[in-house]
């Protein structure tokens, strides 16, 4: 248990912003959580924020308020059957630490999501997903501790509300529920998903599908296009990939047939962000220290002394040009403060 005052958060945030916070607290266990809130009554008249590696936060300020920070450690067995099983694995775990441990063990799932950043309590709030794989499909169970009602709580996967890169604990229980550790299960039988872009490619030049091969393509194509963060400053994909009707991608790729296009549920079309912000000449661009990343137009870079607001500065230009050209309207992934 720690805690402190006028806390600098650049090594919580994978920007490398150092903002400072007014309070910061950090646990590894319920317990500590449970003791600091009711011997602190006052952090009830404060602003909070609940913060984990910090890989999809951009601060454009200081933050006046309290950080907590749910450092909770273990991968624990939990229950297996004939084809799954089940973990328990602590908040504060490394996400691709668990993806590795789970490939290790010959249990499928997760192999896709590989070197995606952060920490296993932001999966489930973000839904984070790449290759054709979200992580909702392998949460049975979020725990955690719900700050309004003053009490530990759980939620199963239909209750979490997950949608693309979207859950219960992103909107109506933003900053209220801290999750704790979350239940998933993994496969003792994949099903490898190898359709989307060049990871099946990637996957045949190694040889023989199996988890290890898909683990170690998906890697070698993230690192290909996505900046270390020791290197410089991001937080992945800035934007989300957005969602339009029919009608509009259409229109669109009548004018612009090349343009990638994948199933968005019914009646809409999801559209490929990168690729739009490649077309409006964006990637590789600066505005000073920071800039749109030259081999993913995805990715925002903090190149070396960027403020979070020249960032923020940056994303706006981004997004004012794609709707100019396109009027499609593009979401930030990362969340601004």
Same mark, same amino acid.
């Given at each position: 248990?720690?805690?402190?005052?006028?806390?600098?958060?650049?090594?919580?945030?994978?920007?490398g912003?150092?903002?400072?916070?007014?309070?910061y607290?950090?646990?590894?266990?319920?317990?500590?959580?449970?003791?600091?809130?009711?011997?602190?009554?006052?952090?009830?008249?404060e602003?909070?924020?609940?913060?984990?590696?910090?890989?999809?936060?951009?601060?454009?300020?200081?933050?006046?308020?309290?950080? $907590?920070?749910?450092?909770?450690? #273990?991968?624990?067995?939990?229950?297996?059957?004939?084809?799954?099983? +089940?973990?328990?694995?602590?908040?504060?775990?490394?996400?691709?630490e668990f993806?590795?441990?789970?490939?290790?063990? /010959?249990?499928? #799932?997760?192999e896709?999501?590989?070197l995606? *950043?952060?920490?296993?309590?932001?999966?489930?709030?973000?839904?984070?997903?790449?290759y054709?794989?979200e992580?909702?499909?392998?949460?049975?169970?979020?725990?955690?501790?719900?700050?309004?009602? #003053?009490?530990?709580?759980?939620?199963?996967?239909?209750?979490?509300?997950?949608?693309?890169?979207?859950? &219960?604990?992103?909107?109506?229980?933003k900053?209220?529920?801290? $999750?704790?550790?979350?239940?998933?299960?993994?496969?003792?039988f *994949?099903?490898?998903?190898?359709?989307? /872009?060049?990871?099946?490619?990637?996957?045949?030049?190694?040889?023989?599908?199996?988890?290890?091969?898909?683990?170690?393509?998906? $890697?070698?194509i993230?690192?290909?296009?996505? *900046?270390?963060?020791?290197?410089?400053?991001?937080a992945?994909?800035?934007?989300k990939? *957005?969602?339009?009707?029919?009608?509009?991608?259409?229109? $669109?790729?009548?004018?612009?047939p090349?343009?990638?296009?994948?199933?968005?549920?019914?009646?809409?079309?999801?559209?490929?962000?990168?690729?739009l &912000?490649?077309?409006?000449? +964006?990637?590789?661009?600066?505005?000073? %220290?920071? /800039?749109?990343?030259?081999?993913?137009?995805?990715?925002?870079?903090?190149?070396g002394?960027?403020?979070?607001?020249?960032?923020? %500065?940056?994303?706006?230009?981004?997004?004012?040009?794609? %709707?100019?050209?396109?009027?499609?309207?593009?979401?930030r992934?990362?969340?601004?403060i």
């Open positions: 248990m720690r805690f402190s005052e006028n806390h600098s958060l650049k090594a919580h945030n994978t920007f912003i150092d903002a400072k916070a007014k309070y607290f950090e646990f590894t266990e319920l317990e500590d959580l449970q003791v600091f809130l009711n011997s602190n009554k006052s952090w009830k008249e602003k909070l924020i609940v913060l984990g590696e910090g890989s999809n936060i951009l601060f454009m300020n200081d933050f006046d308020g309290l950080v $907590i920070h749910p450092n909770v450690p #273990g991968i624990n067995p939990v229950w297996e059957d004939r084809n799954h099983e +089940w973990f328990e694995v602590g908040a504060g775990e490394v996400w691709d993806v590795e441990f789970a490939v290790n063990r /010959g249990l499928g #799932g997760a896709n999501l590989s995606i *950043p952060g920490k296993v309590g932001a999966a489930p709030v973000q839904n984070i997903g790449a054709g794989q992580v909702c499909r392998l949460v049975e169970k979020v725990k955690g501790f719900d700050l309004e009602k #003053g009490c530990a709580a759980e939620f199963n996967a239909a209750e979490c509300l997950f949608q693309y890169r979207n859950s &219960i604990f992103k909107n109506y229980l900053n209220r529920f801290i $999750i704790t550790s979350v239940i998933f299960r993994l496969d003792k *994949p099903e490898f998903n190898l359709g989307y /872009g060049q990871l099946e490619e990637r996957v045949n030049e190694k040889g023989e599908v199996n988890l290890h091969n898909v683990r170690e393509a998906v $890697i070698e993230r690192s290909s296009k996505l *900046p270390d963060v020791k290197e410089f400053g991001n992945g994909s800035f934007f990939n *957005p969602v339009v009707e029919v009608a509009l991608a259409e229109q $669109i790729k009548s004018k612009y090349e343009i990638p296009v994948y199933p968005g549920g019914e009646g809409k079309i999801k559209l490929a962000a990168g690729w &912000i490649e077309q409006v000449g +964006w990637k590789g661009k600066r505005m000073g %220290e920071a /800039g749109v990343h030259e081999q993913q137009a995805l990715v925002l870079v903090n190149y002394k960027a403020t979070g607001k020249a960032i923020y %500065e940056l994303s706006e230009a981004v997004c004012k040009s794609v %709707e100019e050209k396109f009027g499609v309207t593009l979401e992934e990362v969340n601004c």
